[in-house]
């Protein structure tokens, strides 16, 4: 997982999503100053270990655990994901998906559901 640091953000090469996932899930982990530990109960010591070296993927509701124990929004963690694939800004992400929400919504979408 080579990466080069632009400006105050890092640009990955090519990751596969199980990499993106990884790369934050470790970041998120370290900046709270969290162990393995910390996510006791959520998911397993050896799966978050996996999980953080890219070699499985996790399921929405893991995903979801691991969220809620990291305490951070689960529409952040995978805006974080996205910025590393499309090598965008997470919060540039996050004003699209607004958008598009605000449309889905006003297209009557919600109604469907």
């Known amino acids: 997982m ?4 632009y400006g105050s953000i890092l640009h990955f090469e090519k990751l ?3 990499e993106e996932l990884a790369v934050t899930l470790r970041a998120i982990r370290q900046m709270k100053g969290l162990g393995y530990e910390a996510l006791a109960g959520t998911i397993s010591q050896s799966n978050l270990s996996l999980l953080e070296q ?3 993927q996790a399921t929405r ?3 979801v655990k691991i969220a809620e124990t990291l305490d951070i929004n689960l529409l952040t963690l995978l805006a974080l994901c996205l ?3 499309d090598k965008e800004a997470p919060e540039h992400l996050i004003k699209n998906a607004q958008k598009e929400l605000q ?3 006003e297209s009557g979408g919600l109604k469907i559901m």
Do not use: D, M
């Not at 080579?2 to 640091?5: A, D, K, L, N, V």
């Open 103 to 105: 449309g889905f919504i």
């Open 54 to 56: 890219g070699k499985i």
């Open 61 to 63: 509701p893991t995903l």
């Open 2 to 5: 080579g990466r080069r640091e």
């Open 16 to 18: 596969n999503v199980k």
């Open 83 to 85: 910025a590393i694939r």
